[in-house]
């Protein structure tokens, strides 16, 4: 039987009080971090007493430490359901399916219905779905040379800048398989909303990304929320989204990130105020860039 709580060995209550040191928080910031009502669990675990794994976990998480390296003891493999233990692969299906399952409803009414201008009732999204086809290149980031110019086809002299007729598409979800970063740009109502949406219910259903749980964020909203709150943390944001949602165990989320067994769907970064781009276009670099395995596609809308 794995035992129900952990401490923080001598060690590594020091290096966890040097990383709660860097962040600059209280205990009651890192409890309200950890979705704690009271600071009291953080109180002890930095006392070396023992806490609630899970709060133990949750901990080293959120400072970014690795919790086997602080635990005093720590077992030998992770729990999982119940009292049973399994080995770490099996537990990151395990976790990926359970959380897939509590997000599938969710992910369904948010991402699998549209509400479309010049119909009176909602439709679904896959009664209208028709898969975008994308350009591996930005046109308008392709150049002709000088002779090219001179030659030019007068067919073709009002496309400079748009690109060859006949210049080679792939299908988006194809795009999406292959890149696991992926950055749409179109014109305004092109349909990258939608095709977000398409791949979070293709991901849902098991038919798209099929060992990753999808996350659906509307940029524009993380932002004022950030800003509201004078943070930008996606790990945050997404955690206390979750929380919401009924997932209140951080600690699961964060496994899943580091293992790579998340869909991240950001929305709308052409909709960011223009005062808070910089700061949301920091955070996606930085969370991408530490939670690299995961697959991530962003939209963005280009000028008209």
Not at 78 to 94: Q, R
Not at 150 to 165: A, I, Q, S, T, W
Not at 191 to 197: I, N
Not at 275 to 296: A, G, P, S, T
């Amino acid at each position: 039987m794995v035992k129900r709580s952990l401490q923080a060995t001598p060690a590594g209550i020091q290096q966890a009080k040097r990383s709660f040191t860097i962040t600059g928080w209280t205990q009651e910031d890192l409890a309200a971090e950890v979705n704690l009502k009271t600071r009291q669990p953080i109180w002890r675990f930095f006392t070396g007493q023992p806490v609630d794994r899970h709060v133990f976990m949750d901990i080293c998480s959120i400072l970014n430490l690795e919790w086997r390296e602080i635990a005093d003891n720590p077992p030998a493999e992770f729990p999982g359901l119940g009292e049973k233990s399994f080995p770490i692969n099996v537990e990151i299906e395990i976790l990926a399916e359970q959380t897939r399952s509590q997000l599938r409803e969710i992910i369904e009414n948010q991402c699998g219905i549209l509400q479309l201008l010049d119909i009176s009732h909602p439709v679904n999204i896959n009664d209208i779905y028709i898969d975008v086809n994308v350009l591996k290149k930005i046109t308008s980031q392709q150049y002709l040379a000088i002779a090219d110019l001179e030659n030019l086809d007068p067919r073709n002299f009002n496309r400079v800048g748009l690109g060859d007729v006949e210049q080679q598409q792939i299908a988006g979800i194809e795009a999406a398989k292959v890149h696991t970063k992926l950055r749409v740009l179109g014109r305004p109502g092109v349909g990258k909303t939608t095709f977000l949406k398409h791949l979070a219910i293709q991901c849902n259903q098991g038919k798209f990304a099929p060992h990753q749980v999808p996350i659906f964020i509307f940029l524009k909203e993380f932002a004022e929320d950030s800003r509201q709150r004078d943070k930008f943390n996606l790990d945050y944001y997404i955690g206390h989204k979750l929380h919401k949602e009924g997932i209140n165990n951080s600690s699961v989320f964060k496994k899943l990130l580091q293992e790579g067994r998340v869909l991240l769907l950001l929305d709308g970064l052409d909709e960011v105020l223009e005062n808070d781009l910089d700061e949301v276009l920091k955070e996606i670099r930085k969370f991408c860039e530490q939670y690299y395995k995961n697959r991530f596609v962003v939209s963005w809308a280009l000028s008209a």
